[in-house]
């Protein structure tokens, strides 16, 4: 079972950064593909990016690419999301999800391609 652990979220400014880190529990991590979702109040969940367990493959849907950049660090059991140049459209609250992969090198983009989530970290981005 994976426990993962979204941190770094707050309240920031438009046209500010974030850094939020997801933390796995589990050894084979660096097995694992890994997502970022966010669900804005009165919405449905919506994917925002995606890594391959071994870092080598990303993918960014176009409200954030250029903004943000997902990337991980498999010795530290960890998958980043840099947001930067943020907007109040951006305000949600943010989960990782991380599903196992290897050896391919799927990127996953649905809900229910992921089996395991963590609690999220609310991103709130003042006018």
């Known amino acids: 079972q994976v426990q993962l652990v979204e941190s770094g979220g707050g309240l920031v400014q438009a046209g500010g950064s974030l850094r939020l880190s997801c933390a796995a529990s589990e050894r084979t991590f660096s097995r694992y593909a890994v997502g970022w979702f966010r669900q804005a109040p009165g919405k449905e969940r919506e994917f925002v990016a995606a890594?391959?367990?071994?870092?080598?493959?990303?993918f960014h849907v176009d409200s954030v690419k250029g903004r943000f950049t997902i990337s991980r660090d498999n010795a530290k059991n960890t998958v980043y999301l840099q947001m930067n140049s943020l907007k109040p459209e951006d305000t949600a609250v943010y989960y990782c999800a991380a599903a196992y992969d290897f050896p391919r090198e799927t990127m996953y983009k649905g809900n229910e391609q992921y089996n395991f989530w963590g609690q999220g970290t609310q991103v709130t981005v003042s006018s």
């Open positions: 890594i391959s367990w071994s870092g080598g493959s990303t």
